[in-house]
C-alpha cells in the first residue's frame, strides 16, 4: 500500500524541482485559511500543527514544511493526519479546507510522499523543530521599547511623586484596548490631543503642588540658592525613576534659576519635567549596568503597583540589590504585601475581564427588570473579591473556573436565588442544582456576553476563547451577513435552532463551531445571569375574540444545552459548572493565564522567543498549587533573566 500511494502521489525527486514547501503547498495552506488557527494563540494552539509567523525567512518555512512529517504515517502515508484532517476525511473542527479531488489535493499529496521518504539527518532536523520551537532557539526577539505611562499610572504616579489626588488622566483621551488590554505598547502613540492634554495637566499639577508653600514636602532642604541642586537632583530622580545625568541636572539648575523666588522655580521645574518624555515613558529594561537597576526598579513598581518605585526600592536600585535573582524576589515579595499591589491587580481583572463592556451595557428593562446600572456594578465588584480572595489568600486560582460560591450583594441575591448576606459581598454558597461555578457561573460573564434582549452563544464562546484559552477567533469575512433570522409566533424557535445557518454555511461554520458550540452550554442563564429551565418567548399581538388592546403570548420552549469545547478531549459539557471543570484541569487554560498576566506587565503579546519564558513561569505556577502570587513573583524574577524580547532600550538624555 505504501509503495502504492508512493507512486500516485509522485518521487521527493519530482517534488523538489517544483518549488519546495514554500512554492506549492505553503500556499494553498494559507489559502485554505489553516493560519487562522493553527498558531500559538490560534484555536488549534493545542495541536502539533503551528504556523510560523507570517513574515517567516524562506528556510524557516521549508524547516515548518518538513516539521509536518510528525503528522504522517510513513507506513501508511494515506492514513496520515495531514492527509485526511483538512480533506474532512476524518472529523475536522475547521471542517474541508482543502477540497477533495482538488489540485491542492494533489499538492498535499505529493508533500505527504516527500515527507514519507525523509531519512537521516533531515529526518532528525524535521522532528526536533518544535523542541526548538519551544526551546527560542532561533526566534526573532523584538526591540524592547520605552513604555508610556497608561493613564492609570500616571494618575498613580502623580499622586505618589506629588500627594495630588484628583486624577488628572481621566481627563485624557479615552485608550483603546489591544491585545485585550489598554496598556499595550502597539497603542500608546502621542496624538497632538493628549500632548496637549499632558501641557495642561502639567501646569494644573505644578502649580497645584506648592500652592500654600510647600504642603507637600517636595523641597528637601531649607529653601536657599544652595539647596536648588538638591531639589532638582533628588525631585528628578523621583519624577524620571532614575539619576539624572549631569547634563539633565545643569539644564534644570539653570531654568529653577530664572525665578528669584525659589518655590515659584521649584514650581517651574516641576511642570517642565512633568512634560519631559523621561516622566511620561518609563524604562523598563537596559543594556547599560548603569541604567539596568534602576530599570529593574522601574519594571518591578509598574508591574506589581502600577505606579512608582518608593524609596526602598530606588534604595535597591542604587545599593545593586536588584542585580541578583535573590535580591529581585526578596523585593518583589515585600511589594506584594503593599496595599498598591492589591490595586495594581484589580486593574489588570478589570482590563482582563472587560469591566468596561459590562458598565456600559444595557438591558431590555422589561424582560430584565433586575438589572440596573447599580446591578451591573455589583457584577464587577463581586469579580474583583472573588478574583482578590483566590489571590491574596494563596488560594488555587483555578477555583476561579469551579467554585461552588459568589460575593453577593442584595441585586445579586435576587438574580441568584440565594438569600442575601448580612454583610455586602459575603461568601454566599451557589444553590444546589443552579449548575453555577466560579466565574462562569457569576453575572459578570454571563450579562457581559449578553445582548440587550437575549443571551449570545457567540459572544460567550468567543469570550471563553480569548479571555480562558487565549485563543484568536477570526474575524468573519467581509460582506456577510451576521445578523440571524427573527423569531415568528408561527415559528418559534431558540437560539440552538436559529443558528443553524452558522453551522450549514461554509463561510460561517468553520468558526461558529468553535464559539457556539461553547455558548448553547450556557443557554439556561439570561441576559442578566438569570436561571432558566426553558424558553420563554414573548409575542405582543391584538388580543383574541375582538377585545380592544395588545395581548401577550408567551411560548414556552425546551433548551438543549450540549456543548464542547473544540480541541480539548474530552470536554463535553451542558453547564457552567461542568465547563469549569474541564478549564480548571486543561493545560491550555493553565497556560492561558500566565499569558494573560505576562501580556499585561509586558505590555505587548509573547514571542516564539517568550516561549521558554512562559513555561518556567507555567511549571512555576502548576509547582505551588497555582498560587497567583508565586506567578507573579517567578515572572517577576524570570523577566529579569530573560530580557523580554532580547532588545534593549535608552533613554534619551536631551529633554
Known amino acids: 500500500m505504501r509503495r502504492l500511494f508512493l507512486i500516485v502521489f509522485g518521487s521527493s525527486a519530482l517534488w523538489a524541482q517544483s518549488g519546495g514547501f514554500q512554492g506549492t503547498l505553503y500556499p494553498a495552506l494559507e489559502k485554505a485559511g489553516c493560519r487562522a488557527c493553527h498558531n500559538a494563540d490560534g484555536v488549534a494552539s493545542a495541536t502539533r500543527l503551528h504556523f510560523p509567523d507570517a513574515d517567516a525567512t524562506a528556510a524557516k518555512i521549508e524547516a515548518f514544511g518538513n516539521s509536518l512529517v510528525v503528522l504522517v504515517d510513513r507506513e501508511h502515508p494515506e492514513a496520515s493526519l495531514l492527509f485526511r484532517k483538512p480533506t474532512a476525511r476524518i472529523a475536522h473542527a475547521g471542517g474541508e479546507r482543502i477540497k477533495q479531488g482538488s489540485p ?40 524592547a521599547e520605552l513604555r508610556r505611562l497608561t493613564h492609570s499610572q500616571y494618575n498613580h504616579t502623580v499622586r505618589d511623586l506629588l500627594g495630588d489626588q484628583t486624577a488628572p488622566a481621566n481627563q485624557f483621551p479615552p485608550e483603546d484596548f489591544i491585545n485585550g488590554f489598554r496598556n499595550q505598547s502597539g497603542g ?16 494644573k499639577l505644578a502649580r497645584s503642588a506648592f500652592r500654600g508653600g510647600d504642603t507637600h514636602g517636595l523641597i528637601p532642604c531649607k529653601p536657599s540658592v544652595a539647596c536648588r541642586p538638591r531639589f532638582v537632583r533628588e525631585f528628578g530622580l523621583k519624577a524620571f525613576r532614575r539619576p539624572l545625568s549631569a547634563g539633565e541636572q545643569k539644564r534644570y539648575e539653570g531654568l529653577m534659576a530664572r525665578q528669584t523666588e525659589f518655590l515659584q522655580g521649584a514650581q517651574l521645574v516641576v511642570e517642565a519635567m512633568l512634560q519631559s518624555p523621561n516622566f511620561l515613558f518609563r524604562l523598563d529594561t537596559a543594556a547599560d549596568w548603569k541604567v539596568k537597576p534602576w530599570a529593574t526598579a522601574n519594571r518591578l513598581a509598574y508591574s506589581l503597583w502600577d505606579t512608582m518605585p518608593d524609596a526602598e526600592l530606588f ?37 482582563w475581564l472587560r469591566f468596561d463592556r459590562l458598565l456600559t451595557s444595557s438591558k431590555d428593562r422589561r424582560k430584565f427588570p433586575l438589572y440596573t446600572r447599580e446591578t451591573a456594578n455589583a457584577m464587577t465588584e463581586e469579580a474583583r473579591a472573588f478574583v482578590s480572595d483566590l489571590v491574596w489568600n494563596r488560594g488555587n486560582f483555578m477555583t476561579l473556573f469551579t467554585a461552588n460560591y459568589g460575593y453577593v450583594n442584595p441585586d445579586l441575591a435576587r438574580i441568584y436565588g440565594v438569600t442575601a448576606p448580612a454583610k455586602e459581598f459575603d461568601k454566599v454558597p451557589f444553590p444546589a442544582g ?21 443571551s449570545s452563544p457567540t459572544a460567550r464562546g468567543l469570550f471563553v476563547r480569548e479571555q480562558f484559552l487565549c485563543q484568536h477567533v477570526p474575524d468573519p469575512p467581509p460582506g456577510v451577513n451576521t445578523n440571524l433570522p427573527p423569531v415568528t409566533e408561527a415559528h418559534p424557535q431558540t437560539n440552538r435552532d436559529r443558528m443553524t445557518e452558522h453551522a450549514t454555511n461554509p463561510s460561517c461554520a468553520g468558526c461558529h463551531k468553535l464559539m457556539d458550540g461553547i455558548g448553547f452550554g450556557f443557554e439556561k442563564f439570561d441576559a442578566e445571569g438569570g436561571r432558566r429551565d426553558q424558553l420563554a418567548l414573548e409575542f405582543r399581538g391584538k388580543k383574541a375574540d375582538g377585545e380592544k388592546g395588545m395581548g401577550v403570548r408567551t411560548v414556552n420552549l425546551p433548551l438543549d444545552t450540549a456543548a464542547n469545547v473544540a480541541g480539548i478531549p474530552d470536554s463535553q459539557f451542558s453547564s457552567p ?26 505590555g505587548r503579546l509573547e514571542t516564539a522567543a517568550d516561549r521558554p519564558l512562559i513555561l518556567k513561569v507555567l511549571e512555576a505556577f502548576r509547582s505551588s498549587g497555582f498560587q497567583f502570587e508565586e506567578l507573579i513573583v517567578t515572572l517577576a524574577v524570570q523577566r529579569e533573566n530573560v530580557e523580554p524580547g532580547g532588545g534593549t532600550a535608552h533613554v534619551a538624555n536631551n529633554h
Open 577 to 602: 459548572a461542568e465547563l469549569g471543570a474541564v478549564l480548571a484541569k486543561s493545560g491550555q487554560c493553565q497556560e492561558c493565564m500566565v499569558k494573560q498576566y505576562f501580556r499585561y506587565t509586558a
Open 315 to 351: 534604595a535597591a536600585a542604587e545599593r545593586g540589590d536588584l542585580a541578583t535573582s535573590a535580591g529581585v524576589e526578596k523585593a518583589a515579595r515585600r511589594m506584594l504585601r503593599d496595599p498598591r499591589a492589591h490595586e495594581s491587580l484589580d486593574e489588570f481583572v478589570s482590563q
Open 434 to 454: 443552579s449548575e453555577r461555578a466560579g466565574l462562569l457561573g457569576e453575572g459578570l460573564f454571563l450579562a457581559l456576553t449578553s445582548k440587550p434582549e437575549d
Open 188 to 203: 500608546q502613540s502621542l496624538s497632538p490631543l493628549l500632548i496637549e492634554a499632558y501641557s495642561t495637566a502639567a501646569e
Open 104 to 143: 491542492e489535493e494533489a499538492i498535499l499529496k505529493a508533500w505527504i510522499s516527500h515527507l514519507a521518504e525523509l531519512s537521516g539527518p533531515e529526518l532528525s532536523t524535521a522532528l526536533r523543530y518544535r523542541e526548538l520551537e519551544d526551546s527560542g532557539v532561533g526566534a526573532v526577539a523584538q526591540d
